[in-house]
């Protein structure tokens, strides 16, 4: 979990002073928990989610305590991208079991239930914020997930090994090297 936590402010930055939560709940129902404390399946609402908000937020586990979306992380968000005003739920993801290089630890940028966020300008604002380091961004509708940075040709290519052409290559080169030993397994 420490490590979580520091590969959290490593790549999106420490928690904004500006930022609180507010009345957002977005987390509280889209996101999957599954620690030794406490467990909720994704897209559906947390058992302690009332009306107004917690309702064991002065006891609430400790995920529940450490855990923010990247709109509290990075300022190059906007203000609109707080997830319950933008429909966009952003967050570091660490999956147990990648199919690729790209999955182990990457940004997902979710859509809520409901919510066609991903045909807004604001997506595109939040999608430029996010694709400018060496961090894989993902997508997801809750039914698919898509690549979305890096682009699907770099991404071949850093997946394949196959020789990067010279447009490409120091791209290429630098993803390989970061995450090119992740790559052999997938």
């Known amino acids: ?4 936590a520091t590969l959290e402010t490593t790549l999106l930055g420490p928690l904004l002073p500006d930022r609180a939560c507010g009345d957002c ?22 058992r302690h989610l009332t009306p107004q908000g917690c309702g064991v937020h002065a006891e609430r586990p400790h995920i529940c305590r450490t855990w923010f979306c990247a709109w509290r992380r990075v300022a190059a968000l906007p ?3 707080r ?4 429909g966009l739920l952003v967050s570091l993801n660490f999956e147990r079991a990648p199919r690729n290089c ?4 990457s940004i997902v940028v979710r859509a809520l239930a409901g919510r066609q966020a991903i045909d807004t300008a604001m997506a595109a604002t939040v999608f430029d914020s996010l ?12 039914a698919e997930k898509m690549l979305m940075h890096p682009d699907r040709e770099v991404a071949d290519l850093v997946l394949s090994g196959a020789p990067a ?15 090119g030993v992740f790559a052999q397994d997938g």
């Open 1 to 4: 979990m420490q490590t979580e």
């Open 25 to 46: 709940v977005a987390c509280c129902v889209e996101l999957t928990v599954d620690t030794p404390e406490f467990q909720k399946p994704g897209g559906t609402p947390c």
């Open 79 to 81: 203000e609109a991208a």
């Open 83 to 86: 997830p319950d005003r933008s």
């Open 102 to 105: 790209f999955e182990g630890v």
């Open 131 to 142: 694709c400018d380091q060496l961090v894989p961004v993902w997508f997801s509708d809750g």
């Open 165 to 179: 052409p010279a447009h490409l290559w120091d791209e290429v080169a630098a993803w390989r090297e970061r995450y």
